[in-house]
Structures are given as structure tokens and as C-alpha cells.
């Protein structure tokens, strides 16, 4: 049975988004997540701001590692975020993923994203489906 370490490099190793948005794995364990990236220019939006997909994208990214790193094939079923705060060229993100609920089907995620203010800049609420088939 893998770690939830390796299911999370196996994860990285063939997620080429998480690549592009250079995504750092911070801290893996099971039903948690913590992962980082810093944001590029490419990532603006015509308001001069970071679009909003990238604190998703982000967000996302740290939900799939949390969910997942039992090495139980699991995908979005529900996803929400708001976001509280805008973002910069720059800006150092950082999403936690912490497990509300580890149910047999479904799993419950609550994701904050943080700048390296530690200002909240998104929160992000998703839940999975839980396939019952191994990741790795």
C-alpha cells in the first residue's frame, strides 16, 4: 500500500497543470494537503488582477491531493469557492485542504488560499466521489 506521499508524486508526476501553475507540494498527509505557487504575469486578467481560475486552479489541485492521498480513486462531485481578497504578479499562494468528512462514497474538503501575508484570498468547499478503484 503506498504512502500518501506517493500517491500524491505519482499524482504530480502526471498532472502537467499542477506542473504549469508550478505547484509545490508543502506537506502531505492522509485526508490533508498543503501546497504552494507563485504567480506569474501569463496569470492576469484584463482587469490587472489574477484571474480567478488560478486561485481555483490551485484550490483544486490541493483538494485532489487530499482526497485522493489514501489511494482511493476520487473525483469532484461539487466544488464551490469565493473569493475575499484579490491577487497580485507575484503573490505567493498557498491552499490547505483539510477533510471535513471521509465517508465511504464521498469526502468532504474545506480549502483556504492565503498570500504570503497570510490574508485569506479564497475559500473553497468541494466534495468528491469516491470510486472504490486504487490510484496507484
Known amino acids: 500500500m503506498p504512502t500518501s506521499q506517493q500517491v500524491v508524486a505519482h499524482m504530480m508526476k502526471h498532472d502537467l497543470f499542477s506542473q504549469w501553475l508550478g505547484i509545490e507540494v508543502v506537506e502531505i498527509k492522509d485526508g490533508y494537503s498543503k501546497i504552494k505557487m507563485t504567480v506569474r504575469k501569463e496569470m492576469v486578467n484584463g482587469f490587472g488582477i489574477v484571474h480567478g481560475g488560478i486561485a481555483f486552479a490551485l484550490s483544486d489541485s490541493a483538494f485532489a491531493f487530499a482526497c485522493n492521498n489514501r489511494n482511493v480513486l ?63
Open 74 to 136: 476520487s473525483v469532484a462531485l461539487d466544488t464551490s469557492i469565493n473569493f475575499t481578497k484579490p491577487v497580485h504578479v507575484g503573490d505567493e499562494l498557498t491552499a490547505e485542504a483539510i477533510e471535513l468528512h471521509n465517508g465511504k462514497s464521498t469526502g468532504l474538503y474545506h480549502i483556504s488560499v492565503t498570500n504570503q501575508h497570510g490574508h485569506v484570498v479564497a475559500l473553497f468547499k468541494g466534495t468528491c466521489f469516491r470510486t472504490n478503484k486504487p490510484l496507484v
